[in-house]
């Protein structure tokens, strides 16, 4: 099947030029919430943020619910660390994992409506 060619006879400018400035004005957030989702598009990374958002838990946690080695976990949380997704904190020798504060807000809902799609009708 071939996509229908634009027969637009009049490109309106005006309107071009305005979605244009909005990209521009939204270029900032929509770099920031492109890195997020690309990080998140990992099945695995994306298991790991539907958990984080409920509770903080700990790589060996983590490794036990996703029945994968410390190793592999630990190289996922890296990553989701790195892009600022998740946060670290320290208690004795156990590091705890919990979604950052500044990306709750874009996967929050996102990751709720899993929940909300996997209760039955």
Do not use: W
């Not at 060996?60 to 790195?82: E, G, N, P, W, Y």
């Not at 320290?90 to 990751?111: I, W």
Request: hydrophobic content about 45%.
């Amino acid at each position: 099947m071939n996509p229908t060619p634009c027969v637009r006879v009049f490109a309106d400018t005006d309107h071009i030029q305005q979605c244009q400035e909005r990209l521009t004005q939204a270029d900032p957030a929509l770099s920031s919430l492109a890195s997020v989702l690309a990080l998140a598009g990992n099945e695995v990374r994306l298991q790991m943020l539907f958990l984080l958002a409920e509770e903080q838990l700990c790589v060996c946690d983590l490794a036990d619910v996703l029945q994968m080695t410390i190793s592999a976990v630990s190289q996922h949380l890296r990553k989701l660390k790195d892009g600022g997704i998740v946060t670290a904190r320290k208690v004795g020798q156990t590091v705890f994992y919990t979604l950052s504060a500044d990306h709750l807000p874009v996967l929050q809902p996102l990751l709720a409506r899993l929940t909300t799609q996997a209760e039955p009708v």
